[in-house]
């Protein structure tokens, strides 16, 4: 994982399907370590032990055109986290693999949840990342809003 002071404590999504959305994020974040540390009947909280970083809750208007990157610890997570976010409805926003355009260490995959917002899931490699596909440009949704 990046080591690196905090810039944001946490993060709260407001969905309208608390049950789906909970389906796809509690798959799309267990491969990047982060797991359900506390559930209510309105919203679920995502972290690792003792740090819930990020929240989902039932509600309106819903979260929209957001963007939150999540960390993770190799290659193969980022991999399994965007296999697993599409298996749970959401879709491909940018498939994994180096984004130059941010570093030759950049390895990340990129998806649209159940309401639009791009999530991400990104690996810092240690060195430039030489035997993954490369991506160009920047992650887009299909009305052609930029990644950040």
Known sequence: MTTRPIVVDHVLFVVG????????YTAALAPL?????????DGVHYGVEGIDDFAIYQGAPVTT?????FDATDRPSVDAFFEAALSRGATARGEPGVWTQYSERYYAAFINDLHGNNVEAVWHAPERV???????????TSRGSLHR
Do not use: W
Not at 17 to 24: G, Q, T
Not at 65 to 69: F, G, S
């Open 65 to 69: 055109a957001a963007h939150v990157a």
């Open 17 to 24: 399907d608390l049950a789906a959305s909970r389906r796809l």
């Open 130 to 140: 030489r035997d993954a596909p490369i991506r160009g440009g920047v992650p887009r």
């Open 33 to 41: 370590g982060y797991e359900e540390l506390h559930v209510q009947e």
